[in-house]
């Protein structure tokens, strides 16, 4: 085989079946989904499928007048569609890297520009954070997690995970920030003096105050919001 030809190439980026289940990462970056039923996923992250799949986008209502309301303050940032069928789905998000957990009657908070896709068995829920005299643009919006199975998220670049301690507090950039362990209510702090040591926008004296037992995720990596971008 020559090197660099085409059967070179197809050969070390084809396609493989793993057999490690529902949720199985074909590259750190692309989210193979082996179907057999229904699966949520953020709406748009659809790149290729194979079978016999038929792609719904979510309701209004269906999930009741509460949801549709947060959904309306969240300016559809979490927009998600079901996939239904039998077959391979290969769901990516800008080329975000991907991280797989299996829930065990666990819950977890996901910034909601990075929930890519979950098992139906999940309950979900639109958490609004609380704004901070409006210098989050738009505030900041959430998915709480609970119950057991798959979930995937996305970060830029490598995740680091942080412990949260009763005695030792986190506090993060909210734009860096990916997720949090269930019991966690982070509160908003505002620095001053930080905001005005880098001299960037007022998004940046802004942080989030993680305080309790658990754990926090960010990315290296700040991620910029479509409110942010119309300030």
């Given at each position: 085989?020559?090197?660099?030809?085409?059967?070179?190439?197809?050969?070390?980026?084809?396609?493989?079946?793993?057999?490690?289940?529902?949720?199985?990462?074909?590259?750190?970056?692309?989210?193979?989904?082996?179907?057999?039923?229904?699966?949520?996923?953020?709406?748009?992250?659809?790149?290729?499928?194979?079978?016999?799949?038929?792609?719904?986008?979510?309701?209004?209502?269906?999930?009741?007048?509460?949801?549709?309301?947060?959904?309306?303050?969240?300016?559809?940032?979490?927009?998600?569609?079901?996939?239904?069928?039998?077959?391979?789905?290969?769901?990516?998000?800008?080329?975000?890297?991907?991280?797989?957990?299996?829930?065990?009657?666990?819950?977890?908070?996901?910034?909601?520009?990075?929930?890519?896709?979950?098992?139906?068995?999940?309950?979900?829920?639109?958490?609004?954070?609380?704004?901070?005299?409006?210098?989050?643009?738009?505030?900041?919006?959430?998915?709480?997690l609970e119950g057991s199975g798959m979930i995937a998220i996305?970060?830029?670049?490598?995740?680091?995970?942080?412990?949260?301690?009763?005695?030792?507090?986190?506090?993060?950039?909210?734009?860096?920030?990916?997720?949090?362990?269930?019991?966690?209510?982070?509160?908003f702090v505002t620095d001053v003096s930080l905001k005005t040591?880098?001299?960037?926008?007022?998004?940046?004296?802004?942080?989030?105050?993680?305080?309790?037992?658990?754990?926090?995720?960010?990315?290296?990596?700040?991620?910029?919001?479509?409110?942010?971008?119309?300030?």
């Open positions: 085989m020559s090197r660099y030809s085409i059967e070179e190439f197809v050969n070390q980026t084809k396609q493989q079946d793993k057999g490690e289940g529902l949720f199985e990462l074909e590259t750190p970056r692309m989210l193979e989904i082996n179907l057999n039923g229904q699966v949520w996923a953020k709406a748009g992250a659809m790149v290729s499928y194979r079978g016999s799949i038929k792609f719904e986008r979510e309701g209004v209502f269906e999930h009741g007048i509460g949801k549709m309301f947060k959904k309306a303050l969240t300016g559809e940032g979490t927009s998600l569609m079901k996939a239904n069928g039998t077959g391979k789905l290969y769901v990516a998000d800008q080329g975000k890297k991907i991280s797989i957990l299996n829930l065990r009657n666990e819950s977890i908070f996901v910034n909601g520009n990075d929930l890519l896709a979950f098992e139906p068995s999940i309950q979900w829920d639109i958490k609004l954070l609380k704004r901070v005299a409006g210098m989050l643009a738009g505030g900041l919006f959430n998915v709480r996305t970060s830029h670049y490598e995740p680091l995970t942080l412990l949260v301690t009763s005695d030792n507090p986190v506090y993060t950039d909210p734009n860096a920030t990916v997720a949090w362990s269930g019991n966690l209510e982070p509160e040591f880098l001299g960037r926008g007022s998004g940046e004296s802004i942080q989030m105050k993680f305080s309790g037992n658990g754990f926090v995720v960010v990315q290296p990596y700040e991620e910029v919001y479509i409110g942010e971008l119309q300030k």
